[in-house]
T-cell receptor
Framework: DAKTTQPNSMESNEEEPVHLPCNHS???????IHWYRQLPSQGPEYVIH???SNVNNRMASLAIAEDRKSSTLILHRATLRDAAVYYC???????????????FGQGTILTVHP | ETGVTQTPRHLVMGMTNKKSLKCEQH?????MYWYKQSAKKPLELMFV???????ENNSVPSRFSPECPNSSHLFLHLHTLQPEDSALYLC????????????FGSGTQLSVL
């Protein structure tokens, strides 16, 4: 699987936007970009995913660079409940057996200040 | 609340004990997974089940024995574990036809003494 690189930690203030970067310079054309987050004492939670186009859902937005070598997860207004570890993961859709086989890295620890 | 329930939430066991972890989902999902999260290490995939059949064993030692009696239940049977097996064990499930979303439980925090 292609590798992702994320900052170890980031900080934000409540009600401000947060931009979480992810570099994936070795991404292949068939890799989907996934974001999950893990709140304290919980399992990971799906946030969003995309292939080439920017994506929006009720939780966040995903901005994908034109060359797909990087992406940014955008939380439009951070709340204290958004404090978590955020994981950027690539999944190859060519392999039919890869469904659900997510390779997690260390992720980015997001701290949100009141 | 994701709809995936794991019990117990915490478990302490000796190296000679036998215990089981349970995972249950009534979401109608047909794929279920065990992941392991050790302290300060990334999550690691252990086992994958599709329609009750094991389709992936990620080189997991035989002291971990999974069981999937039906699409709603997944067990992880533990015996003669080592202290380094102490970790958070996470269960996940996936809807049939939706290949991109996993639903995780809150995990069982296991301590092996």
């Amino acid at each position: 699987d292609a590798k992702t690189t994320q900052p170890n930690s980031m900080e934000s203030n409540e009600e401000e936007p947060v931009h979480l970067p992810c570099n994936h310079s070795t991404i292949s054309g068939t890799d989907y970009i996934h974001w999950y987050r893990q709140l304290p004492s919980q399992g990971p939670e799906y946030v969003i995913h995309g292939l080439t186009s920017n994506v929006n859902n009720r939780m966040a937005s995903l901005a994908i660079a034109e060359d797909r070598k990087s992406s940014t997860l955008i939380l439009h207004r951070a709340t204290l409940r958004d404090a978590a570890v955020y994981y950027c993961i690539l999944r190859d859709v060519v392999s039919g057996t890869s469904y659900g086989k997510l390779t997690f890295g260390q992720g980015t620890i997001l701290t949100v200040h009141p | 609340e994701t709809g995936v329930t794991q019990t117990p939430r915490h478990l302490v066991m000796g190296m000679t004990n036998k215990k089981s972890l349970k995972c249950e989902q009534h979401l109608g999902h047909n794929a279920m997974y065990w992941y392991k999260q050790s302290a300060k290490k990334p999550l690691e995939l252990m086992f994958v089940y599709n329609f009750k059949e094991q389709t992936e064993n990620n080189s997991v030692p035989s002291r971990f024995s999974p069981e999937c009696p039906n699409s709603s239940h997944l067990f992880l049977h533990l015996h003669t574990l080592q202290p380094e097996d102490s970790a958070l064990y996470l269960c996940a499930s996936r809807p049939l036809g939706d290949y991109e979303k996993l639903f995780f439980g809150s995990g069982t925090q296991l301590s092996v003494l």
